[in-house]
């Protein structure tokens, strides 16, 4: 039984760690026993990095939605399942209960259904923070259509990219989101993605601010119109363990975004365990995700895992800074939120406003604390234990990223002993490993390295859609027969895990993932642009931000107007979350005698720290360097 697996004592996690380790099966299998399934797997697991290849619960057959909706019914039908807060704090918030949302999701199961879509088909979703998008997700899973959410923050041409790339027959969106005082044109957005993508047969698209788009005749139809006469239940696809669930980009360090697939048994059986487990969640406790459906966190920690583990989840249509910076104090208090779960950008911008905005609200409510996406500062984890959780609430710095699904190290919640900026310790099942210069493992204790992970969890990704090499050449070629995070990671003398950021050319900016090619490529369509090297530095709030730096071929009459041209750009082909903080117009970029941008100098440009550059001997143009440091003095 699952409940035998969730720690209630911190001697009790170490004990179920080790029984993770020393016998996986018979641990996951045992969690596993806790699903409803419509056939019990024949094998727990099959693994091969080398190839890689991963399987659990073999020839198990199930469908996710059962487990999130129909098995919840009896005893909680009436509990509330989705707490949606508006962006309007004026407008009245949903409280939509297991048995509303099962009728909705399977009514809109139909509808896809009569829109022509079959099991395996992959639909894409575009949409604002509303009910009807955690509605669309769990009906693509209903009926086994593969959903791809992308966030409704990218522009048409990201948008049409990853629509392209997994050939998607549908999409789900809406007239338009709201954020803040702003009003998203998120048709638009869609229209022009969609002259680009000839896989795209039919777009559903749904009511949200009324404003005047668009329909074209024959491929769009209104939500409320194709909910029309569709009835309440839909008879679940009986998917395998292995089917695909869904697929959801992230950003490389090279080349396109990358498709991450993940299957529907080992995900449900991973989130749900690790959402119960970390959090402690008790039945009839509010939890509270800040994160947007179109990220991994959204996927795993608002909608499956709370879903399939019965609780109450909230989705946040609004930005923390609107009406002003204490949304989320007031929102706390509003739905007497137990369980709250952000980022650290936005506890550091939060930190820096007004302590009334804070003060003025009780937040007796909260129990626990989390943090994810970054590593968090010690100032901003202090601000966050004291000021938010009052010294009462343990923080749960929660380290995990979109390839593993779900939460890989972790406190838990009340029972480990927490450190600041410490992500702690590994969750039953997984099992780290630091690895040095020469790949070895570094066995002792007190070590810093690359951070890897030896042995499969059952929520990590199968592959990147369409590109199996890609998967093994990103993630599996690095280290011999392990994944490699992409991660810096230190381990102290307790045991405890600090993971100290990327140590490839992925930026992490307010929480999202940034690839240095893509951005550059973006650049280098303007037509003055010879070269660009993108980089990132220690920015207050976001953690990180962009420092470009740009080769024009003619040296820019005027600066200012370029750059604008250049935000521009970025911001219609990658969006707006990636634009530059920083640009620099130079004159060459340094490079190796091989042709290699050198990012360590310009790394350290942009950090303002040139007294250290190291070793610039094997440059070709060491000339450059002095050009940099002037410019950036200036
Ligand atoms: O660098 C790590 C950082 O975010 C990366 C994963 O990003 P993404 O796939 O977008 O998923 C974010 C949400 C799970 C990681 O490789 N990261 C995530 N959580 C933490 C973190 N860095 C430090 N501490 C964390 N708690």
Redesign the pocket.
């Known amino acids: 039984m699952m409940k035998n697996k969730i720690a209630r004592t911190f001697e009790e996690y170490y004990r179920i760690y080790r029984e993770s380790v020393q016998d996986p099966e018979g641990f996951w299998s045992e969690i596993a026993n806790s699903f409803e399934w419509r056939k019990p797997w024949d094998k727990v697991l099959e693994w091969d990095f080398m190839k890689p290849e991963v399987q659990w619960f073999i020839g198990g057959k199930l469908n996710i939605t059962e487990n999130c909706l129909d098995r919840h019914l009896k005893q909680k039908g009436d509990q509330t399942a989705i707490i949606w807060e508006p962006n309007d704090p004026k407008q009245p918030s949903l409280h939509i209960s297991y048995k509303e949302l099962h009728v909705r999701v399977c009514q809109f199961a139909n509808a896809l259904k009569n829109n022509g879509i079959e099991k395996g088909d992959r639909v894409c979703i575009y949409m604002p923070m509303v009910p009807e998008l955690a509605v669309a997700v769990l009906a693509c899973a209903r009926i086994g259509a593969v959903h791809s959410v992308v966030f409704a923050g990218f522009s048409s041409r990201s948008l049409s990219e990853r629509i392209n790339d997994s050939t998607c027959k549908m999409v789900v969106t809406s007239d338009g989101g709201y954020r803040g005082d702003k009003i998203l044109r998120l048709k638009d957005i869609v229209d022009e993605a969609l002259l680009e993508c000839p896989s795209v047969e039919k777009c559903i698209v749904l009511e949200r601010t009324g404003e005047s788009i668009e329909m074209e005749d024959g491929r769009d139809i209104w939500w409320d119109d194709a909910m029309e006469g569709m009835t309440d239940f839909c008879e679940p696809e009986i998917m395998d363990s292995e089917d695909l669930l869904f697929i959801l980009y992230?950003s490389g360090s090279t080349g396109k975004p990358k498709g991450m697939v993940h299957t529907c048994g080992g995900y449900m059986v991973y989130t749900t365990y690790t959402f119960l487990n970390t959090f402690q969640y008790k039945p009839n406790e509010v939890y509270w995700c800040t994160a947007d459906i179109g990220?991994?966190?959204g996927h795993s920690y608002i909608v499956y895992g709370p879903l399939c583990a019965g609780a109450t989840t909230m989705m946040f249509e609004g930005v923390p800074s609107w009406p002003d910076l204490g949304r989320f104090w007031e929102t706390v208090d509003k739905h007497k939120v137990n369980i709250f779960y952000t980022a650290p950008t936005a506890i550091r911008a939060l930190q820096k406003a007004d302590p009334a905005l804070v003060e003025k609200h009780d937040l007796d409510s909260l129990r626990v604390l989390g943090?994810?996406?970054?590593?968090?500062n010690e100032e901003a984890w202090h601000w966050y234990h004291d000021k938010i959780g009052k010294g009462n609430c343990p923080v749960v710095?929660?380290?995990?990223?979109?390839?593993t699904g779900g939460f890989m190290i972790s406190p838990i919640a009340g029972l480990t002993p927490t450190k600041p900026a410490f992500?702690t310790l590994p969750m039953p099942g997984v099992q780290l490993a630091i690895m040095d210069q020469d790949g070895k493992e570094e066995k002792g204790n007190v070590v810093e390295g690359r951070l890897c992970i030896k042995f499969p969890w059952p929520s990590m990704a199968r592959t990147i859609y369409g590109d199996h090499k890609r998967f093994y050449d990103t993630y599996f070629s690095g280290f011999s027969k392990k994944y490699f995070?992409?991660?810096g990671c230190r381990r102290d003398e307790e045991g405890y895990y600090r993971?100290t950021?990327?140590v490839d050319d992925?930026i992490?900016v307010a929480?999202?993932?940034l690839g240095t090619a893509e951005i550059e490529n973006a650049i280098d369509e303007h037509e003055n642009v010879c070269e660009t090297a993108v980089v990132g530095f220690p920015h207050d709030i976001k953690g990180n931000a962009i420092y470009a730096f740009v080769n024009t071929y003619h040296k820019p009459k005027d600066e200012e107007a370029l750059k604008g041209e250049i935000l521009d750009l970025v911001s219609r082909i990658v969006g707006p979350i990636a634009k530059p903080e920083k640009i620099m117009f130079v004159s060459g970029l340094p490079k190796t005698r091989s042709g290699k941008i050198m990012r360590r100098i310009l790394r350290k440009v942009a950090e303002g720290n040139t007294q250290d550059l190291g070793d610039i001997s094997t440059l070709l143009n060491p000339d450059i360097v002095e050009e940099l440091i002037d410019e950036n003095i200036r």
């Open positions: 992230t990220w991994i966190t943090t994810v996406g970054e590593p968090i710095d929660t380290w995990w990223q979109t390839e992500a995070t992409g991660d993971i950021g990327r992925v992490i929480g999202h993932n």
